[in-house]
């Protein structure tokens, strides 16, 4: 469910304890080749789309100030280890090197996330930064020559987003990995998603102010031996009538393979229960049941991929210790996926085997769109971007009439598994 971050997020089931309008737009570029560069150097200058030797030129100038402010840093600790400077000065200049990192500069503005620092407001929108930006990087390393174009946007009735697309790569046809912060006040047709859902809010004069934030991707390789990842991590407030304040956090990641490697299937999943399992042993068998189940397309009596987890309104037992989970999910996002798209990103195809992989592409736009939540959400939602909401769906797919797979077929494999979900992990 690619939700949050494109547009907004939504609304599921309780969770468990732990133990359109107007808006500027700014197109960049994040060339490959700059990944190796020191944070805010040549990165930087081709996304800005400097030629090569106005890249050069500014990688040296900013790798020299990178020194310079690492070694003003240093002198600031030593200050202060003697007893003088200021631990708050320290924290600013930490906070501008990590943001450095980003592939843009972060939704709310560094000065924005130092005024409430240690909120979780502004700690969850820099771990959906870090996370979009490693993700990336991890991709342009895989798909030598890619290129993504970095869109900065923004809402103008609160917030904004910043929406990095890589398309016709070597590797990958299409990799989108989005992330949103908007706040306002929920339209009456989201709040009423939200209360379906279970969710009870009480709003003033027919107001609820609410704020939510999450990183968001799917990518879809040109190999059919590649499989699909989604993932996205999102956390939401809304303020009720009597100024006490709802939270929750919300997330997962989940595999869509066109044919099935059942190594593959249980590197993914072992990876995802090892980040679950470091706060509970009882999270995974949880998440990957409501993943299956989530992910269900009921027209077609099957799932949309092999699973992964899922999990919706999690608000227990801590602030604190969900959004410790939620950070081990993300970390987890690059070694559950990366190795399995390196393993087969140059195994040969025939064209049936593509042909497969299209009708399947099929089957992951009809989940899309009919009954994925956070599409919804994000259409109901005013001021929502549009490009980034169906930023899910694949450049290509097909569908063909009465199309079935010949018995004991590879392609006739995966459906009994669609069909009927397996446990990869003891």
């Not at 100024?243 to 919300?250: A, E, L, R, S, V």
């Not at 089957?363 to 909401?389: C, Q």
Request: aromatic share 10%; charged share 25%.
């Amino acid at each position: 469910m690619s939700l949050l971050v494109r547009g907004v997020c939504a609304a599921g089931a309780r969770g468990m304890s732990l133990r359109a309008g107007p808006r500027r737009c700014c197109r960049r570029s994040f060339w490959a080749g700059g990944c190796g560069a020191p944070p805010g150097a040549s990165r930087w200058a081709e996304r800005l789309g400097w030629g090569a030797a106005a890249a050069a030129a500014a990688a040296a100038a900013l790798a020299g100030l990178g020194l310079a402010r690492r070694a003003e840093m240093e002198r600031r600790r030593g200050q202060l280890a003697g007893g003088g400077g200021s631990r708050e000065a320290e924290g600013d200049d930490e906070l501008a090197l990590r943001c450095e990192r980003f592939m843009a500069p972060p939704v709310s503005g560094l000065g924005e996330l130092r005024e409430r620092r240690g909120a979780m407001r502004s700690r969850m929108e820099l771990l959906i930064m870090e996370t979009q930006s490693q993700v990336c990087s991890a991709l342009a390393q895989v798909d030598r020559g890619a290129q993504f174009t970095v869109d900065r946007w923004e809402r103008k009735e609160g917030g904004g987003g910043i929406s990095c697309v890589l398309q016709n790569g070597e590797v990958f046809e299409k990799a989108g990995v989005n992330v949103s912060v908007v706040f306002g006040h929920l339209s009456e047709e989201a709040a009423q998603q939200m209360r379906s859902r279970g969710k009870t809010l009480k709003g003033k004069s027919g107001k609820l102010p609410f704020c939510a934030m999450g990183v968001s991707s799917v990518i879809h390789p040109k190999n059919p031996h590649v499989p699909t990842i989604h993932f996205n991590y999102r956390y939401f407030e809304i303020e009720e009538a009597d100024g006490t304040t709802q939270w929750w956090f919300g997330g997962g990641t989940d595999l869509t393979p066109t044919y099935l490697d059942k190594d593959d299937a249980v590197h993914f999943h072992k990876t995802l229960k090892e980040a679950c399992d470091r706060h509970n042993p009882e999270l995974y068998p949880k998440f990957k049941k409501w993943c299956d189940d989530y992910f269900y397309i009921k027209h077609r009596g099957e799932r949309r991929g092999i699973g992964g987890i899922f999990f919706d309104d999690l608000d227990s037992p801590s602030k604190e210790e969900v959004f410790q989970f939620v950070q081990s999910c993300a970390k987890a996002i690059v070694p559950c996926y990366v190795p399995i798209v390196k393993k087969h990103c140059h195994d040969t195809f025939s064209p049936e085997e593509k042909l497969w992989q299209q009708i399947r592409r099929g089957r992951y736009v009809e989940f899309n769109l009919v009954y994925d939540r956070g599409t919804k959400f994000g259409l109901a939602t005013p001021g929502s971007r549009i490009e980034s909401i169906l930023m899910s769906l694949p450049l290509t797919a097909r569908w063909e009439y009465m199309h079935s797979p010949p018995e004991n077929s590879r392609e006739a494999e995966i459906l009994e598994v669609l069909r009927h979900p397996k446990d990869w992990v003891p």
